[in-house]
């Protein structure tokens, strides 16, 4: 018998003693982070107060109750009875059978009349046919990435449960290390904006923490291959850990599965989706602008059937002696500052991610508060000294005089905007001051991935401000439906048709001007001093966004050592907002540290180019009497 069998043999024990003698366990079984008990009697289970609360405080682990084949009524019988016990008002529009987890998944427009009060219909479905009823909302707007992951992991279930079932044997092996440290090896995105990656190590467990590209640097990767790293093969590795879905944090990860790695990814539900979304456009992208992408969609694929999704606060083991909690960030949808709990209370470590400190028309700020945390990685995006954004207000501000000003010339305004985030903010403020009469009504084209961009997030409203939230479900005000916002799906000929017609708000990716669609925008509207190209977001160093933002008025689009490629002469306007962008600014960042509980004994400074990185250790330092350092890639750092 195996070490995980005899674990397992002497944990049912522990249920059993620890259950009423009326409460039949059948088995346990590790999945993933969870502790599954199947029991005939799992309502009884549910229903009695403190059973499963205090088996997880005797087993230290997170208790999934499922029932037992024999207590499940026939599906089609079963279907009938669900549907007569929920409402008609509900809207349900599907109901998705589990036979493996005893799990009835229902979709519906409005969750709350499916879950009753105090989730009395819940228990009323699965006292009728025994089956565990999981709700799932409908997004207001149709998204095929949401449909497409849904539907994949259902015909992947059977793999992902033996998946889930060997991350569980994994994670609850038997410690054999007799050393005790903590260390930390950075793989990119030091003194630089990209490439985010890191291994956390001790003797016992190693995690890579995200797995980007950098913008504007073709074949510029992670270090990878480093000793630290993955010298030993991805399947040294017990977990990847990702942040948030952004490019620079997500885009090789399903590198990693083309060269064997098996093991899971840990992040949020909606990180999960736009990660997805975003890296299949990466290969699209690639393969337009004749590049040989790194990986194929299988492994895309590969990625997303391996995710286990995580919610904020929720504490999980992810390894033997390693405990990540994951909290809003405030970057993105689903963007998260992971804290690391490491052995039994020796260490901690929280890495920041990207975070945005202040609350958004989008998202609340990022948490800072956590139980012990000795050292933060954090970025440094806009760490400079000058680095200062422009209020809010102020920028929403700004920003209608700029497309005001175009619109009196008859001009268009063209803003390159990441997909995921800005984009979805920027809609917010459109839509705000068009019904407020503040800019004129005129359309808001969307071009590339940002409407589906827009349906993932209406997808997962929880993870939105509570304002917005309640607009998009309840009070049938989604702004993001506003009739002047329309998709660009008819290619150039629909562009060009654009371009010719009356003015209009053009957003559109990619948000640094590195490719996609802004490319045949800025063919056809660069040559004209009527329009007006507004940056809102980071432009890093080496991409044209840059370039064009520093004043260049001569660019070269497509191949720019082929025959193909194309100089373009622009004399559109060229302004920056500042103030939209999802990273802190300097003073965001300096109050992240100040206002942080507990404060960390040390900091790491990444995620920023040089000076930014520098200037920001050395504040910290200054400020708040602490070590930081600002390191270069391939340093390793023994923290304990």
Not at 79 to 84: L, P, Y
Not at 510 to 539: C, E, H, I, K
Request: glycine fraction near 8%; include cysteine; charged fraction near 25%.
């Amino acid at each position: 018998m195996s070490s995980a069998d005899e674990t397992l043999d002497r944990i049912k024990a522990q249920v059993e003693e620890e259950t009423p003698n009326d409460i039949e366990i059948e088995s346990v079984a590790f999945e993933g982070p969870e502790l599954v008990i199947y029991t005939p009697d799992a309502q009884t289970v549910a229903n009695r107060d403190g059973i499963v609360r205090n088996l997880a405080q005797t087993l230290r682990k997170r208790i999934n109750v499922r029932p037992t084949q024999e207590a499940l009524v026939p599906p089609n019988e079963a279907r009938a009875r669900i549907t007569q016990t929920i409402p008609e008002d509900a809207g349900v529009q599907n109901l998705d059978f589990d036979r493996q987890t005893g799990e009835v998944f229902i979709e519906a427009e409005k969750p709350g009349r499916v879950i009753g009060r105090h989730g009395a219909t819940l228990d009323e479905i699965s006292a009728s046919v025994g089956w565990t009823p999981e709700v799932v909302r409908t997004p207001p707007m149709e998204s095929s990435t949401v449909s497409n992951v849904r539907n994949y992991l259902k015909q992947e279930r059977e793999e992902r449960r033996d998946i889930l079932q060997r991350v569980g044997r994994q994670i609850n092996r038997p410690t054999t290390a007799d050393e005790d440290w903590v260390r930390l090896t950075t793989l990119g995105c030091c003194r630089e904006v990209g490439r985010a990656s890191f291994i956390l190590s001790t003797p016992e467990s190693r995690i890579l923490i995200d797995c980007g590209d950098k913008p504007g640097a073709e074949g510029e990767v992670p270090y990878l291959q480093a000793p630290e790293a993955l010298a030993a093969g991805p399947n040294s590795l017990d977990a990847v850990v990702l942040t948030h879905a952004h490019l620079d944090h997500s885009a090789l990860i399903p590198i990693l599965f083309k060269y064997g790695y098996d093991g899971p990814i840990y992040t949020t539900a909606p990180t999960r989706d736009l990660m997805g979304l975003l890296q299949l456009d990466y290969l699209d992208v690639a393969s337009k602008e004749g590049r040989t992408p790194p990986y194929e969609s299988q492994q895309v694929r590969d990625a997303l059937k391996h995710t286990i999704p995580l919610e904020f606060g929720n504490v999980t083991d992810i390894a033997p002696d390693i405990k990540l909690t994951m909290h809003n960030a405030g970057h993105i949808l689903g963007s998260a500052v992971c804290h690391f709990h490491i052995g039994e209370g020796r260490y901690n470590v929280a890495f920041s991610g990207d975070i945005h400190y202040k609350d958004t028309r989008l998202l609340d700020g990022a948490v800072n508060d956590f139980p012990r945390v000795e050292t933060l990685v954090l970025e440094s995006t806009y760490g400079g000294k000058n680095d200062y954004q422009t209020d809010q207000s102020d920028s929403e501000r700004v920003l209608r005089d700029v497309i005001n000003e175009a619109y009196e010339k008859d001009g268009k305004i063209l803003i390159p905007a990441f997909a995921v985030g800005r984009s979805q903010e920027l809609m917010l403020v459109l839509e705000e001051a068009m019904r407020k009469g503040d800019i004129p009504t005129m359309p808001v084209y969307l071009d590339g991935m940002i409407r589906e961009a827009t349906a993932i997030h209406t997808a997962y409203p929880e993870y939105l401000r509570e304002d917005l939230r309640q607009r998009i479900l309840y009070e049938d005000e989604n702004p993001f439906l506003a009739e002047q916002f329309e998709q660009v799906d008819g290619g150039d000929e629909m562009r060009q048709d654009i371009a010719d017609d009356e003015p209009a708000i053009i957003l559109t990716t990619s948000g640094m001007v590195t490719g996609g669609p802004v490319m045949s925008w800025l063919r056809l509207l660069g040559s004209d001093p009527d329009n007006t190209m507004a940056f809102v977001g980071y432009q890093a160093e080496g991409t044209l966004g840059r370039q064009i933002q520093r004043g260049q008025d001569e660019i070269t689009l497509g191949d720019t050592s082929g025959p193909r490629a194309e100089r373009v002469s622009l004399k559109m306007g060229v302004e920056t907002v500042d103030g939209f962008s999802g990273h802190a600014d300097r003073q965001g960042l300096e109050s992240f540290v100040e206002t942080m509980h507990p404060r960390p004994e040390k900091i790491l400074c990444v995620h920023g180019d040089e000076s930014s990185t520098n200037q920001l250790s050395s504040a910290l330092y200054q400020k708040f009497n602490m070590r930081t350092h600002n390191p270069k890639n391939l340093e390793t750092f023994r923290l304990s």
